[in-house]
């Protein structure tokens, strides 16, 4: 079975806001042995509305509408619906009173135009919204001759994530043939999206029955993999297959294979070997403490650490000495390897991180050229330091510092 | 006029990636005075996308198609606009040389599917590609009577960007009736969206020649205002007079009436007033620091600070006295003080920046619940608290408390 996705609201035709509902949903389907075909992104106008609508119910089993759900006049995906569905609405007396109730309840009146959310599709079932006043709606049943689902959703994100859960997987679930689906997560760093492409391409496609997706982010790729089969244990175990094949083939490259993150990955590593962390940041500004303390419970194994955006800073908070810059520079492998030694001693921690480098676009020289960074990783055994040369916007030089970093750590208590 | 844009790829039709290219052309469309009514995304199947091709072609002036341009079997955009139109593709030599000697110039061996990106359809303009092997093609005429104008790109963000740039907007302008028109984006902060918009919708619904947009972002809202005129003039005038009756209203919860980033306002405000600035940060982690230091410049007036998780930190890069941390707690205004006195005594800066507070989900107490954080400024003239208290999730507590940390500077230096 197929799926169209119709996103409904003006402000998504802006450049200044997007449809995002549709990742969470794909995935929800997907994991149903959905696909989905076609998204659509229409603005508040009855017109194209149910332009859209008729033609997401030609060419789709299961078309979900998003949005447009609400009190104002601006609202008209129920009108839309019905009309490309050749269906009348009709006001639910049932829907009306737990809109009396729900603003009694908060001690509002209730405005004439709040009624509309009671206008149900004939045929329709209600499904409850436990986070706002605009009810989802459920219709099943033939169009043009052919089977056929369609969804009214709310809007806002955790409205319609929680109606969706609740209300539609296992509707959906019941109407679908039954299937099993398995799903991992790699995440690979180290290497470039064409290299690592050409290494793991002969391996996943001999795995016909996975579907394989490659993406390349910042500083890491990540390899979506996804199974089906008559039985769970029959589309994990393929799933499982690829992943071992490509993990033998990547070796350590490869960081995660749940989908977890560079901090969370670090994060475990490092508990696990009860060890402890502090960073000396220059040219990434407090970017790398950010992403390990973006990881709930981070304090049990990482301090702190010092911004050291000021050379005078980098004598003060990290212990450097002010001859040592003098003579190899603010960004230089000495440097790097002082700030990490200076932390990790400032702080008494298992290990210190220590990154500086010229993040641009300014400030770049011949010899230092915007893009060089540093990165040192200081322990009891000694201080190993790293030079890369990224190339980008400052962004994402910062981004990739901050990911090789973390990597070294990673790559120390493998 | 209107357009519809295309966006083509089946990775877009994945949970993984989404369309942005869009937001970038509806901001480029719009200051050409040319609205968006739909956006679609269709996979690389050749039926659905000829489908798509000539929905758009029924249904908007102007489609613009996104990707689908490389060598590959699966690159179908040309075949299908083609296919739509009912014109025939032919294979252009001055583009075929153009592809042979690109791929000689890098040493590479031009594979036989490559010809492929040289296929132009009939009439149509090719529009070289700067930085990639698929050029964009340019079509314009009649479409079942009516003229429309058709403009494939690839899909690369930064190949799609320039090609637009070069090719794209002066084309477009020789087409579209000359219109004037005037943006302004203001941005405000401490006030929530509702409260707001019920201040400044009376006075924007005044200007019904001014669109305005309203969206709520972490810790900001966001107004956009365009207005359309018979000269530059008079559209600047409209916007500049709205934006002069909303700040009148709101005072300075406006932070930015350009579009600029908190830390971009506070950058130029530190920089005008010679000041320097120096963070303790908790519970947020660094992000404060990567906020400004995402700014290009910043040592002009950041030097950094300390990220103080663990107590003994606080003590030993803050100065924040073990004794008061045991009296009132981490997570106390008294010690948001201490840091903010501490860190700017030891960095020997105009203004010290402390935070401390419960990001969550975990380590919250009755008492000190999850979303609790004192933000602390201190200065030659004293040291301000603010306590404020979050909802969400750590993400979006730790992104508010920075925006209240950043905002605190910016409101002293006003």
Redesign the interface.
Known sequence: MNAEIIAIGS????????D?N???L??KL?LLGV?????????D?LA?LT??AS?ALS?ADIAIFMGGLGPTEDDLTREAVAEALGLELRRDPEVVAWLEQRFAARGWKMAANNLKQADVITGGVVLPNANGSAPGQWISGKYEGREKIVILLPGPPHELKALFEEHCVERLRAKIPLQFIATRELKITGIGESHCDARVAPIYKRFTDVQT?I?AGAGEI?L?LRSRAGSLDTAQKRVDELVEKIEEELGDLVFSDNGDSMEQIVGYYLQMRNATL??A??????????????V????RY?????????D??KT??AGVSAELIKKHGAVSGETAAALAEGIRK???TTFGLGVTGV????GGTAEKPVGLVFHALASETGTEVVERRFAGD??RI?WFASQQALDMVRRRLL
């Open positions: 402000e998504m035709l802006t450049p200044f806001r997007q995002t549709s990742l969470y794909t995935e997907n696909e989905v075909i076609f998204k659509t992104i229409v603005g106008s194209h332009q859209a033609l060419r997706t993406l990540q979506h502090a960073v940041e220059s040219c990434t500004g407090g970017l790398i403490g950010q992403r390990i303390t973006s709930s419970g981070s304090s990482f301090v702190g650490g010092a911004i050291v955006y000021s005078q800073l003060a908070l400032r702080c008494a993040a641009g676009p300014t400052r962004k910062r």
